[in-house]
């Protein structure tokens, strides 16, 4: 429940200036490291019937999973025929220059092998107008909120999850706000902005002024 509601809002907060279309263009939505498909198939809930949702992840079988995610939510609406999935093992996109309208991302950024290298990408496929949003959860999490993972880790977590020591691993493994300032610096995002919350990270380009 818990994670339906994060992508519920995140997919509302990333689209939001695709609501206002300044020409008949349809827009195009790139989501990297989609995984289970959550976040696919509450973006395709939240956009127009005309937008094209390119779902890209290098994990072997999750193109599938994501895939059959999508069409149970998508139900009688078959908001699964917009989507098109792509197992792809790095992140040199399959997606021309400038044709992109936003690219989303939550969660993947601390797997990322060269994250300038993929930020250097989103410039790339981004329209003049495009927009990113970049989640994921952030390495210097507050005392009580650290704990709280930890314990529920080790109380309640799912045993497999638990064996590979996640979500602790992922969070040891992602960045603070300053070093995810530095990196979209050195790969010359365009106005970009971190927003810092209780437990994740958010690097975006807002072009709704």
């Known amino acids: 429940l818990g994670w339906r509601i994060a992508h519920w809002w995140l997919a509302r907060h990333a689209v939001a ?7 008949l263009r349809k827009p195009k939505i790139l989501v990297l490291d989609h995984g289970p498909g959550g976040l696919v198939g509450a973006i395709a809930n939240a956009t127009a019937r005309d937008t094209t949702i390119i779902a890209s992840d290098g994990t072997s079988g999750m193109g599938t ?3 059959h995610r999508v069409k149970e939510a998508a139900g009688r609406f078959g908001l699964d025929t917009r989507v ?14 400038g044709s992109v309208d ?19 990408e989103i410039r790339r496929v981004l329209s003049p107008s ?27 977590g799912p045993a497999p999850l638990s064996t590979i020591d996640e979500p602790s691993s992922s969070i040891r493994s992602a ?17 970009f902005g971190v927003s ?7 690097l975006e380009r807002d072009v709704r002024q």
Do not use: C, M
């Open 102 to 120: 936003l690219v989303v991302s939550s969660g993947g950024l601390h797997n990322w092998p060269e994250p300038e290298w993929t930020f250097a």
């Open 175 to 191: 960045y603070t706000a300053q070093e995810l300032d530095w990196l979209a610096s050195r790969a010359k995002l365009p106005e």
């Open 130 to 156: 495009g927009r990113f949003v970049v989640a994921d959860v952030r390495r210097d999490l507050p005392i009580g909120i650290w704990i709280l993972v930890r314990a529920w880790q080790v109380l309640v």
């Open 65 to 67: 999973l994501a895939r």
């Open 196 to 202: 810092v919350w209780p437990a994740w990270l958010i």
């Open 84 to 97: 098109a999935f792509v197992e792809q093992s790095n992140h040199a996109f399959p997606v021309s220059h």
């Open 17 to 23: 200036p695709l609501r206002r279309r300044p020409s």
